[in-house]
T-cell receptor
Framework: AQTVTQSQPEMSVQEAETVTLSCTYD???????LFWYKQPPSRQMILVIR??????QNATENRFSVNFQKAAKSFSLKISDSQLGDTAMYFC???????????FGKGTRLHILP | NAGVMQNPRHLVRRRGQEARLRCSPM?????VYWYRQLPEEGLKFMVY????????ESGMPKERFSAEFPKEGPSILRIQQVVRGDSAAYFC?????????????FGQGTRLTVV
């Protein structure tokens, strides 16, 4: 079974600062994928970034990057130069392998302060 | 190419009534997932369907809940005899292929309120 744990229920940072959101996971699959989704107040689920577990290189999407530590089963999200529009719930998720479904953590509510 | 469409956006039902939630996947997508989100919680997997087949329903409550994805038309999540605890946001996602090696696109959700 897969599990995803986000230990930070809520965080606040000043605009333009860098913030790191933590995520740990557990899976018995050898081939799996990790995701960070953003859910703004509109409730739309938006894929921020994804990482294939077999790739050692950390994924990057503009201001968003991950620190993937496979041995430690850690998958943190770093947001650089944070903007007011980054205010949202952020969900870490794991999927792939035989099960195919995506399992979500409980989320971290991020506030970007002006 | 329209995104994943869910309707209705908001649904109010009295206890004991039936709720039907619809999800039209993106064009070309044959895989549909349903998730439930309780207030201040993450998304909990409910069921994974392909056209005319239920692949994984391990997250579905044993009673009152059912899902289908017919050959033609949207996927339907049906909740019979709703209770207050069914109040939640229900999200549908679709993907063109099997597994998380393809991106899952989410709809905007249906917020069900049971009064």
């Amino acid at each position: 079974a897969q599990t995803v744990t986000q230990s930070q229920p809520e965080m606040s940072v000043q605009e333009a600062e860098t913030v790191t959101l933590s995520c740990t996971y557990d899976t018995s699959e050898s081939n799996y994928y990790l995701f960070w989704y953003k859910q703004p107040p509109s409730r739309q689920m938006i894929l921020v970034i994804r990482q294939e577990a077999y790739k050692q290189q950390n994924a990057t999407e503009n201001r968003f990057s991950v620190n993937f530590q496979k041995a430690a089963k850690s998958f943190s999200l770093k947001i650089s130069d944070s903007q007011l529009g980054d205010t949202a719930m952020y969900f870490c998720a794991s999927g792939g392998g035989r099960d195919d479904k995506i399992i979500f953590g409980k989320g971290t509510r991020l506030h970007i302060l002006p | 190419n329209a995104g994943v469409m869910q309707n209705p956006r908001h649904l109010v039902r009295r206890r004991g009534q039936e709720a039907r939630l619809r999800c039209s996947p993106m064009k070309g997508h044959s895989h549909v997932y349903w998730y439930r989100q309780l207030p201040e919680e993450g998304l909990k997997f409910m069921v994974y369907l392909q056209k005319e087949n239920i692949i994984d329903e391990s997250g579905m409550p044993k009673e009152r809940f059912s899902a289908e994805f017919p050959k033609e038309g949207p996927s339907i999540l049906r909740i019979q005899q709703v209770v207050r605890g069914d109040s939640a946001a229900y999200f549908c996602a679709s993907s063109p292929g099997r597994g998380a090696n393809t991106e899952a696109f989410f709809g905007q959700g249906t917020r069900l309120t049971v009064v």
